[in-house]
């Protein structure tokens, strides 16, 4: 191949711009400026939940293979209050997968979901992450929801994880979680905003997929420089 080939297939397969210290040996190795951000593995996204994602289970094993390779990880839940502005019970008329205007833009609205302090909203009980130094709870103001594990849904009211990381001298988020296509990619994407490097670990997530949005996700995701690599690539 030429060189350009080389290049452009390395720059779709997003290598390029990996970094050469942690793809030392072919293995990213995350070290004490990275943290593992672990995206709402609560029981409301796993099977028997409120908004159970498919598959959403199967990340468990994975995140926690990954966590004693962490010196760093944060663990999110997504926590709303009852009547929230994300709920289609919230509004007459609505139904769980339509959308609504709201005043920060489209909302789209799911089934009541991981209200503050229920046993639906709790970590899943299989999760297996001791380390973890931070739990960001997100989503609970009830007029404005967040995805985001960086900001809320105004893309403006911050949640406090940047200056977090930031203040412990990280450089480099590892996005795990669900879901893939929501708060996953949103945390990763905020990550970038944020100043970060980001990898989104594919095969720790399941996504909803809703009309395409996974798709979508992956593609918006890799525009902002966010990074797709799969657990085997952490050694
Ligand atoms: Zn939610």
Known sequence: MHRRTVLQAGAALGLVALSPQLFAAGKLKPGGKAALIVVDVQNCFLEGGTL???????VIPVINA????????????????AGHASFAS?????????????????????????VQGTEDAALGKELKVPTAQLIIRKGFHKEMDSYSAFEEADH????????????????????????????VAWTAMDARKAGFDAYVIEDATRGIDLNGSLAAAWKQMASKGV?????????
Do not use: M
């Open 227 to 235: 990074k797709r690599i799969q657990s085997s690539d952490i050694g």
């Open 90 to 114: 919230t509004y007459s008329g609505k139904k769980p997968f339509e959308t609504t205007k709201l005043n920060y833009g489209t909302q789209v609205l799911w089934p009541d979901h991981c």
């Open 156 to 183: 403006k009211t911050a949640t406090g994880l940047a200056g977090y990381l930031k203040a412990r001298g990280i450089k480099t988020v590892f996005v795990t979680g669900l879901a893939t296509d929501f708060c």
């Open 66 to 81: 990954l966590a004693p390779s962490f010196e760093n990880i944060v663990v999110t839940q997504d926590w709303h209050t």
């Open 52 to 58: 159970a994602v498919k598959g959403g289970n199967e």
